[in-house]
C-alpha cells in the first residue's frame, strides 16, 4: 500500500488528508471518507487502509482544520466532561454543511489531478456528524458523487442548510443509510420519518435499521463495537462501491 499525508489547500486553509492507495493495478477509483466526531486517529487510518486494499484511493481529511492544526484528541474525547471532549465540542459545534460541501470540492479537484486516481465517479462515506455530509455532497455534485453512505449519521432530518432530508431529490446517484436501532442522535422516530422522505422523493438506494446496536458500532475501539454490526456494513459499503464505481 502506498500512503501520503498532505495539506490539501482550500480556500480557507490546508487540510491535513490521509491517502491510501494500492501500489499495483491501478489507477483506482477514488472515495471519500469522512470522519465522525472525535475526529482524526488510527482507528479511521486503519479503516481506510482496509478499503484501500480492495482497489480505491481513499482520501480521510481533518474536516476540523478551520479550528487549526491541533484538532485532534485522545482517547479521552469520548469521556463526556474531559478535557479533550471539551476541545472537540468547542470545534464540532460550529461545523455545518456548506463550508464542508467546498471541501469535497476541492477533493474533487484534487483526485483530478492524480495519475492513480480514475477519472469519473467517485464514492462518499460518513460517520456519525459526517453522514449528513455525505448525503450532502451527492445532492450538490450529483454528477460525480455515484455512491454515497450514511452510517449512525446524526441529526438526518434537520433545519440546516443542505440538510440531507432536503436534499434526496437532487441525488442522482445510489444511496445508502444505515441506522442504529439505539441512537439518541438518530432517534427511531427521526429515522422512520426520513425513510418515508426517501421513498416519496425516489431516490436510489436503501435506508437499513441495524437491530441492538448503538450509535458507533462500527468502529473497532468503541465501547459499543459489534463485530458482526459492523463486517454487515464493510459488506453493504463494498457491495456499493463495486456497483456505482466499477473498482478493478
Not at 500512503?3 to 501500489?23: A, V, Y
Not at 464540532?92 to 479537484?109: C, F, G, N, S
Not at 454528477?143 to 440531507?164: K, N, V
Request: some cysteine.
Amino acid at each position: 500500500m502506498i500512503e501520503d499525508t498532505i495539506d490539501l489547500e482550500t480556500s480557507t486553509g490546508e487540510m491535513e488528508t490521509f491517502i491510501c492507495r494500492p501500489e499495483r493495478g491501478g489507477p483506482f477509483p477514488a472515495v471519500f471518507f469522512l470522519m465522525d466526531a472525535p475526529g482524526i486517529r488510527d482507528e479511521l487510518r486503519d479503516m481506510v487502509r482496509r478499503l484501500a486494499t480492495v482497489g480505491y484511493y481513499v482520501l480521510l481529511p481533518n474536516l476540523y482544520y478551520r479550528a487549526g492544526r491541533d484538532t485532534t484528541y485522545g482517547p479521552d474525547v469520548l469521556e463526556k466532561g474531559s478535557a479533550d471532549h471539551k476541545r472537540m465540542r468547542a470545534v464540532r459545534t460550529k461545523m455545518t454543511i456548506p463550508p464542508v460541501m467546498e471541501d469535497v470540492a476541492q477533493m474533487l479537484a484534487y483526485v483530478d489531478r492524480q495519475p492513480d486516481a480514475a477519472k469519473g465517479p467517485v464514492g462518499c462515506h460518513g460517520y456519525c456528524m459526517s453522514g449528513p455530509y455525505a448525503l450532502a455532497a451527492a445532492a450538490r455534485f450529483p454528477d460525480r458523487i455515484a455512491a454515497a453512505a450514511s452510517f449512525y449519521g446524526t441529526w438526518l432530518i434537520s433545519d440546516a442548510e443542505e440538510s440531507p432530508h432536503l436534499s434526496f431529490p437532487k441525488m442522482k446517484g445510489e444511496i445508502y443509510i444505515a441506522c442504529a436501532e439505539h441512537d439518541e442522535l438518530a432517534p427511531l422516530a427521526m429515522v422512520e420519518e426520513l425513510k418515508g422522505l426517501f421513498e416519496q422523493a425516489g431516490t436510489t438506494g436503501e435506508l437499513e435499521i441495524y437491530p441492538r446496536v448503538h450509535h458507533g458500532f462500527g468502529f473497532p475501539q468503541r465501547w459499543c463495537y459489534d463485530r458482526s454490526a459492523a463486517e454487515r456494513h464493510w459488506e453493504r459499503l463494498l457491495a456499493l462501491y463495486g456497483r456505482r464505481l466499477k473498482a478493478p
